[in-house]
């Protein structure tokens, strides 16, 4: 059966993308089949929000999604269990998912549990090759560094649907991972 048969709308690049980081990292980092795995997503609530954001709110206002299961089940089933994991956590951000967020993080005062969770966001849409501070354009946006359980994806160079992703491990784990997602690229 196709990927695609399994999905009510077609996943985005970006979910792929996060399913497959979100796996390789799990393996990378040899979570125990029985311990729970989280990705969250940096999900934009600008149109999301209601009333929405005025149009003269300057600034991101986001909120992250959740999809979690046990690592076991994440690395043994098919890789669109996970891609649909990825995509229906990010469904579920609506008008009452950020404010319900907004209370939590009130209460919590940003305390999130991290162990065995990756965040990851999407930059690639970002207006960065815009940008002119009086010595031209850039010709290549990426972040100085990225801190560990932290992946970034950016677009490689403007109107480029080449994505690179940066990404925060510790090196050890950062060595397999990058072994896991060769071998994966050179299954296809």
């Known amino acids: 059966m196709a990927m695609e ?11 792929v993308i996060t399913a497959l980081v979100w796996i390789m990292r799990t393996i990378a980092f040899r979570i125990k089949p029985y311990k729970t795995t989280k990705v969250l997503t940096a999900v934009d609530i600008g149109q999301k929000f209601k009333p929405a954001l005025p149009e003269c709110f300057f600034g991101n206002g986001i ?3 959740c999809a979690q299961c ?3 089940d994440l690395v043994q089933k098919p890789f669109p269990f996970t ?10 951000v609506t008008d009452g998912f950020v404010k319900s967020a907004i209370d939590y993080h009130e ?3 940003g305390q999130y549990e991290v162990e065995n969770t990756c965040c990851i966001s999407k930059w690639s849409r970002l207006t960065f090759y ?3 501070f009086g010595w031209g354009k850039p010709q290549q946006v990426a972040p100085a560094s990225v801190v560990d359980n932290l992946a970034l994806t950016i677009a490689q160079e403007k109107d480029s649907q080449n994505i ?10 950062m060595k397999t ?3 896991l997602i060769q071998s994966e690229l050179e299954r296809k």
């Not at 048969?5 to 979910?15: I, L, N, R, V």
């Open 5 to 15: 048969d399994e999905f009510a709308t077609p996943p985005t690049s970006f979910e």
């Open 107 to 109: 209460l919590t005062r």
């Open 177 to 179: 991972f990058e072994k």
């Open 83 to 92: 891609v649909k994991l990825v995509q229906e956590s990010i469904i579920l």
């Open 63 to 65: 909120v992250m999604s």
């Open 70 to 72: 046990r690592a076991g």
């Open 130 to 132: 815009d940008v002119d």
């Open 164 to 173: 690179i992703l940066s990404l925060g491990l510790p090196e050890s784990v």
